[in-house]
Each structure stands twice: as structure tokens, then as C-alpha cells.
């Protein structure tokens, strides 16, 4: 069983409206990671949280250590927003675990 | 300020062949993972390298081997290549080992590699 849970695996969505993508995880952490990869492979940091909420743009994440479990919000989706978002975990050794991925596609 | 470059890009290999995968870290980082993700998975740990030395080390055969130079880039080597191998293979820097969590990871765009 994967120690990071993503949910749910695809998801679509029309311009303008509001997505959430979940993670749970099993494990002690020092930190979690929202990253998003586009398709040429290249991955990008968006958050990295150890409590509370972050806000970068349209982006939203949020993240309850007791309940495991973040979230990551897009407000106002637009296509370019499409592409895959990684859910990952660094434990106490800087070592990074990472979910399956959410694939995401917003369609104009 | 270059991120993390990763070289080649793309790479065909026949079974049984060898292959040497590098990484530059960002400027100002010490450490380098490296990772496999296969399609439609996401990336697995292979091993983490700090100090020229190997810090950590995910569950991959010995076939996977690496090196850290002083200058802080890394290469990953894969002996005796299976289908199996076929996927991205990425690099990440960090600063010092073991505190990712604290300062983050700067990703390259990954190693295409495709066994024949």
C-alpha cells in the first residue's frame, strides 16, 4: 500500500470552476510537498507546507497534520492549469515520497 | 541562477547495454536524489547522495548505482538494462542532506530513457 494517497486520479473540469485534489498520508513527516508536472516531464514545486494554509495566486494549499491529510485548491481553473499534480512527503531523513498523481485537464 | 539541469534528454538503449544518466544541481545545493517514475506512476525514490557519498537508498537492485563529484553534480548509472528500466528518470537538489523538508527540492526536467 502506498504510505501517499491522491484522490481522485483524473479529473475534469470546465474554465472557471473550483477544483480540489486530497492527500492522505501514513507516515511521520517533516514537510509536504504539492508539485505540478506538465507532459514534457519537468516537475515544478508549488507549495511545501509543515501546518496551516498557503495561498499563491489561485492556489490554494491546506494541510491537518493530526487528520493526515492535505488538500490543494485551484480557484478559477483555466486550461492552463491542466497537467499533473503530485502530492509528495519528505520524511525526517529529507527523503521525498510521492503520490500516483492527479491528472488534471480543464477544458475552455 | 540555473535550476537543475539534466542531461540527455532522451535516451534509446538495447537490453543488457549500460547507461550513465547526469545531473548539475541548483546553484548553492549540495544534495541530489534521484527518482524513477514509471508511466502513469508516480516517481519512486532510487537514492539520495550528500558529500560524495550515498545517504539513502530506495528499494532498487544494485544494478543502480551512482556517484557525487566535488563539484556537487551527479551521475546515475544502470547496468545490464531491462524493459523494465524504461521511464523518466528525474534529479532533485537540496541543501544538505536529510532537511528537503526544510528548504525544498528544485527538480530537473528528467531523462527520457527507453530500452529496446
Known amino acids: 500500500k502506498n504510505e501517499v494517497e491522491q484522490s481522485p486520479q483524473n479529473l475534469t473540469a470546465q474554465e472557471g470552476e473550483f477544483i480540489t485534489i486530497n492527500c492522505s498520508y501514513s507516515?511521520?513527516?517533516?514537510?509536504l510537498h504539492w508539485l505540478q508536472q506538465h507532459p514534457g516531464g519537468g516537475i515544478v514545486s508549488l507549495f511545501m507546507?509543515?501546518?496551516g494554509k498557503k495561498k499563491h495566486g489561485r492556489l490554494i494549499a491546506t494541510i491537518n497534520i493530526q487528520e493526515k491529510h492535505s488538500s490543494l485548491h485551484i480557484t478559477a481553473s483555466h486550461p492552463r492549469d491542466s497537467a499533473v499534480y503530485i502530492c509528495a512527503v519528505t520524511d525526517s531523513w529529507g527523503k521525498l515520497q510521492f503520490g500516483a498523481g492527479t491528472q488534471v485537464v480543464v477544458t475552455p | 541562477d540555473a535550476g537543475v539541469t539534466q542531461s540527455p534528454t532522451h535516451l534509446i538503449k538495447t537490453r543488457g547495454q549500460q547507461v550513465t544518466l547526469r545531473c548539475s544541481p541548483k546553484?548553492?545545493?549540495?544534495?541530489v536524489s534521484w527518482y524513477q517514475q514509471a508511466l502513469g506512476q508516480g516517481p519512486q525514490f532510487i537514492f539520495q547522495y550528500y558529500e560524495e557519498e550515498e545517504r539513502q537508498r530506495g528499494n532498487f537492485p544494485d544494478r543502480f548505482s551512482g556517484h557525487q563529484f566535488p563539484n556537487y553534480s551527479s551521475e546515475l548509472n544502470v547496468n545490464a538494462l531491462l524493459l523494465g528500466d524504461s521511464a523518466l528518470y528525474l534529479c532533485?537538489?537540496?541543501?544538505?542532506?536529510?532537511?528537503?523538508?526544510?528548504?525544498?527540492?528544485?527538480f530537473g526536467s528528467g531523462t527520457r530513457l527507453t530500452v529496446v
Open positions: 532533485a537538489s537540496s541543501l544538505g542532506s536529510g532537511t528537503g523538508g526544510v528548504y525544498g527540492y528544485t
Open positions: 546553484s548553492g545545493h549540495d544534495t
Open positions: 507516515v511521520g513527516i517533516s514537510a
Open positions: 507546507l509543515s501546518s
